[in-house]
């Protein structure tokens, strides 16, 4: 989890780090640099308070990215808590 001071992630901030899930982003950023989360070594699961303005997935490159929701999805990449882990909603 991000502090919610946190207003920009820059480009390659996370580049080749593979102990990143899940990401709590906070609504106070505003910006993700290309290739932020790029090259990970696994998925990522992120959870976004609000979706940054002018967000892309260029900051995921080489990822398989899991979008959080708390109701079952089927319709893409999503997950959810199980106990405390990140699970994958069964696609």
Same mark, same amino acid.
């Given at each position: 989890?991000?502090?919610?001071s946190l207003t920009n992630i820059g480009a390659a901030a996370f580049i080749g780090c593979s102990s990143l899930t899940?990401?709590?982003? +906070?609504?106070?950023?505003?910006? @993700? $640099?290309?290739?932020?989360?790029?090259? @990970? $070594?696994?998925? @990522?699961? @992120? !959870?976004?308070?609000?979706? +940054?303005? $002018?967000? &892309?997935?260029?900051?995921? !490159? #080489?990822?398989?990215?899991? /979008?959080? &929701? !708390? *109701? !079952?999805?089927?319709?893409?990449?999503?997950?959810?808590? *199980? #106990?405390? *882990? +990140?699970? +994958? /909603?069964?696609?």
């Open positions: 989890t991000f502090p919610t899940p990401l709590i982003l +906070p609504d106070t950023i505003t910006s @993700i $640099g290309d290739g932020a989360f790029s090259n @990970i $070594g696994g998925n @990522i699961f @992120i !959870e976004f308070e609000s979706m +940054p303005v $002018g967000w &892309s997935d260029s900051c995921l !490159e #080489g990822t398989i990215t899991y /979008w959080y &929701s !708390e *109701v !079952e999805r089927t319709d893409g990449n999503f997950w959810h808590y *199980v #106990g405390d *882990v +990140p699970t +994958p /909603w069964l696609v």
